[in-house]
C-alpha cells in the first residue's frame, strides 16, 4: 500500500526510536520512492535516528540537529537544507513535550512554566518550522502536524497537552490560510492513542487504549504505520484539494 513521492524531499522532525510515530511516516514515506532528511532534538537522539535511518530501503543520508525551542536552531536547520538539497516538497512535524507531572491530576495545578513549555515545543514550534522552511518550499508543498482528540475535548489526565494540540490545531488553520496563496497546504492527523515514549508520560494511558479496543468502531488501536499511510496520502497529490484539516486516524472513536 504505497503512493509513489519519487523525485520528492520531506523533512521528517521528530523520531526518537522505532515507536515514534514519525518513524511510522519515514516508513511509509521511504517506501513510496521519497527522499527524506531527519531531525532530531538533540544529542542523545542522534545515534538512535542514524542507526534507524541506516535500516531503511532509501539512502537519506542527511540527518541534522533542531532543537525547535530555539528560534536558532530551527534558521540553522533549515539553512543547512537549503545548502544541501535546496527544495523540500514537505515536513512531517510530529513533536510534543509535557513535564510527566503535569499529565496527571487537576488542570488547575499546571504550573505557568509547564504551561508555557507545553505550548512553545508542542504548538508554537509549528509555526516558527513553517516560517523557515515556506522559503525551501519553491515548487508548493504540504506540512502535516500530529494531535490527539484531547485537543477537542477532554480526555483524562490529557490537561496541558490538550490545551496545547487545541492550540496546534488552530495553527494549522493559520498556517493553511497564510501558505495557501504560496501552494504550501498544512494539515493534521488526529491519531488514536500509541504507546510510544511521549505517550508513557501519561497517567492512565493503558485504559485509554483498552477502551479504544472496546469502543471505537473498529475495534482496534492505531499504529504508526497507519498514520504514516495517511501522511503519505496528504504529502501527495491525491490530496491536493485538502488544507487547513484535521484528518482523525483513529479507527473512528472521535465520532462517538
Ligand atoms: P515520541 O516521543 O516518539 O516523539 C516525540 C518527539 O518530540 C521526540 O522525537 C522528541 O525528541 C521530540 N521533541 C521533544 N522536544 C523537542 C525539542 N525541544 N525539539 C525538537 N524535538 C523535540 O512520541 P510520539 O507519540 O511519536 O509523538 C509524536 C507526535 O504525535 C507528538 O506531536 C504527539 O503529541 C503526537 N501524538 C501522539 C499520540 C500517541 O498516543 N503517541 C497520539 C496522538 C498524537
Given at each position: 500500500?504505497?503512493?509513489?513521492l519519487a523525485g520528492k524531499t520531506y523533512v521528517i522532525?521528530?523520531?526518537?526510536?522505532?515507536?515514534?510515530?514519525?518513524?511510522?511516516?519515514?516508513?511509509?514515506l521511504?517506501?513510496s520512492g521519497a527522499r527524506l532528511i531527519f531531525?532530531?532534538?538533540?544529542?542523545?537522539?542522534?545515534?538512535?535516528?542514524?542507526?534507524?535511518?541506516?535500516?531503511?530501503?532509501g539512502?537519506h543520508e542527511l540527518?541534522?540537529?533542531?532543537?525547535?525551542?530555539?528560534?536558532?536552531?530551527?534558521?540553522?536547520?533549515?539553512?543547512?537544507i537549503k545548502?544541501e538539497v535546496g527544495t523540500i516538497h514537505g515536513l512531517a512535524?510530529?513533536?510534543?513535550?509535557?513535564?510527566?507531572?503535569?499529565?496527571?491530576?487537576?488542570?488547575?495545578?499546571?504550573?505557568?512554566?509547564?504551561?508555557?513549555?507545553?505550548?512553545?515545543?508542542?504548538?508554537?514550534?509549528?509555526?516558527?518550522?513553517?516560517?523557515?522552511a515556506?522559503?525551501l518550499m519553491t515548487e508548493?508543498g504540504s506540512?502535516?502536524?500530529?494531535?490527539?482528540?484531547?485537543?477537542?475535548?477532554?480526555?483524562?489526565?490529557?490537561?496541558?497537552?490538550?490545551?496545547?494540540?487545541?492550540?496546534?490545531?488552530?495553527?494549522?488553520?493559520?498556517?493553511?490560510?497564510?501558505?495557501?496563496?504560496?501552494?504550501?497546504?498544512?494539515?493534521?492527523?488526529?491519531?488514536?492513542?500509541?504507546?510510544?515514549?511521549?505517550?508513557?508520560?501519561?497517567?492512565?494511558?493503558?485504559?485509554?487504549?483498552?477502551?479504544?479496543?472496546?469502543?471505537?468502531?473498529?475495534?482496534?488501536?492505531?499504529?504508526?504505520?497507519?498514520?504514516?499511510?495517511?501522511?503519505?496520502?496528504?504529502f501527495?497529490?491525491?490530496?491536493?484539494?485538502?488544507?487547513?484539516?484535521?484528518?482523525?486516524?483513529?479507527?473512528?472513536?472521535?465520532?462517538?
Amino acid at each position: 500500500m504505497s503512493i509513489a513521492l519519487a523525485g520528492k524531499t520531506y523533512v521528517i522532525m521528530g523520531v526518537a526510536n522505532k515507536r515514534s510515530i514519525a518513524w511510522g511516516i519515514a516508513q511509509s514515506l521511504d517506501q513510496s520512492g521519497a527522499r527524506l532528511i531527519f531531525t532530531y532534538a538533540g544529542e542523545r537522539f542522534e545515534k538512535p535516528v542514524r542507526d534507524l535511518v541506516a535500516t531503511l530501503d532509501g539512502n537519506h543520508e542527511l540527518i541534522l540537529p533542531c532543537d525547535v525551542t530555539s528560534d536558532e536552531s530551527v534558521e540553522n536547520c533549515f539553512a543547512s537544507i537549503k545548502e544541501e538539497v535546496g527544495t523540500i516538497h514537505g515536513l512531517a512535524h510530529c513533536i510534543a513535550f509535557a513535564k510527566t507531572e503535569e499529565l496527571a491530576g487537576n488542570f488547575y495545578d499546571t504550573s505557568r512554566d509547564g504551561f508555557l513549555l507545553a505550548q512553545n515545543i508542542s504548538s508554537y514550534s509549528l509555526t516558527v518550522i513553517a516560517k523557515y522552511a515556506k522559503p525551501l518550499m519553491t515548487e508548493g508543498g504540504s506540512i502535516v502536524a500530529l494531535t490527539y482528540i484531547g485537543g477537542e475535548r477532554v480526555m483524562p489526565n490529557y490537561n496541558v497537552m490538550g490545551v496545547a494540540k487545541a492550540s496546534l490545531e488552530m495553527s494549522v488553520r493559520y498556517l493553511a490560510a497564510d501558505l495557501g496563496k504560496h501552494g504550501i497546504r498544512v494539515n493534521a492527523i488526529s491519531s488514536g492513542p500509541i504507546r510510544t515514549l511521549s505517550a508513557k508520560g501519561i497517567s492512565g494511558f493503558n485504559t485509554i487504549l483498552h477502551e479504544i479496543e472496546e469502543k471505537a468502531p473498529l475495534r482496534r488501536n492505531t499504529t504508526p504505520e497507519e498514520v504514516g499511510d495517511t501522511a503519505a496520502f496528504l504529502f501527495s497529490d491525491m490530496s491536493r484539494g485538502i488544507t487547513g484539516e484535521t484528518i482523525h486516524v483513529d479507527s473512528g472513536y472521535h465520532i462517538l
